[in-house]
């Protein structure tokens, strides 16, 4: 079974970036897609973006053309760059695992603990 764990984030500036990473192990993780999800204080948690096990991407509408995912097979890593942050964007970022690249949270089975991203105006 996968067992994923996130991590990268911090405080950064406006206009700034960051690149988070999810690590996964066990040796099916280029089978399974691959999901960035965020939970701001007080509300829900929303999809950020997906990548399948055929690289296949999904966004947001509020991150497209800001933010890329991407895995790297070989590591066992899916990443997160985040470019042109906003406060908005502020939240903690969970990345998850599942077999098809959903846009629902309730889909993915797997998730990491979470990483903090403070995007200060």
């Known amino acids: 079974q996968v067992q994923v764990e996130d991590s990268g984030g911090g405080l950064v500036q406006a206009g700034g970036s960051l690149r988070l990473s999810c690590t996964a192990s066990?040796?099916?993780?280029?089978?399974?897609?691959m999901g960035w999800f965020r939970q701001a204080p007080g509300k829900e948690r929303e999809f950020v973006a997906a990548?399948?096990?055929?690289?296949?991407?999904y966004y947001a509408d509020s991150v497209k053309g800001r933010f890329t995912i991407s895995r790297d097979a070989a590591k066992n890593t899916v990443y997160l760059r985040m470019n042109s942050l906003k406060p908005e964007d502020s939240a903690v970022y969970y990345c998850?695992?599942?077999?098809?690249?959903?846009?629902?949270?309730?889909?993915?089975?797997?998730w990491g603990q979470g990483t903090q991203v403070t995007v200060s105006s």
């Open positions: 990548i399948g096990s055929g690289s296949h991407v």
């Open positions: 066990g040796r099916t993780f280029t089978s399974y897609a």
């Open positions: 998850a695992a599942a077999n098809w690249p959903f846009k629902r949270d309730y889909q993915y089975a797997l």
